[in-house]
């Protein structure tokens, strides 16, 4: 054990080597989201094919902010919804009523960024061509 590691406990260290080996982490946390979470992989698309259509809608920098934003948290919520559904399935494949309320409540967290999505590119369409 290193003496950063020994104080902090923390196995990323301190300072800006911790920065580093974060960032590291978070590349290694994109790759298996892609690699083992279709439902990543579709909401990536999505936001992909979207992401161009935001210069386009977008009435401000604001509500460009808006339509882009909506896109991260949509990834950001799916990201969190397969860790806790990794980390549910690392403790047991059985059924378990709480486990199960977990990836439930999870679940739920994504459904509402789709909501939200839906709700500010609906209105930014409409605004576009309707209004």
């Not at 892609?34 to 935001?54: G, H, N």
């Amino acid at each position: 054990m290193t003496q950063d590691t020994a104080k902090t406990n923390k196995v990323n260290g301190t300072g800006i080597a911790r920065i580093f080996k974060a960032a590291n982490c978070s590349m290694k946390g994109f790759k298996a989201a892609f690699k083992y979470e279709s439902a990543f992989r579709q909401e990536l698309l999505l936001s992909l094919i979207l992401f161009p259509f935001s210069f386009y809608l977008a009435q401000s920098n604001l509500h460009f902010i808006m339509l882009v934003a909506c896109l991260l948290f949509l990834l950001f919520s799916e990201i969190i919804n397969s860790a806790i559904e990794a980390l549910a399935d690392k403790i047991t494949l059985q059924h378990d009523e709480l486990i199960g309320r977990a990836k439930d409540l999870a679940s739920a967290g994504v459904f509402i960024a789709l909501i939200l999505l839906w709700l500010v590119w609906g209105e930014a369409v409409y605004t576009k061509f309707f209004a």
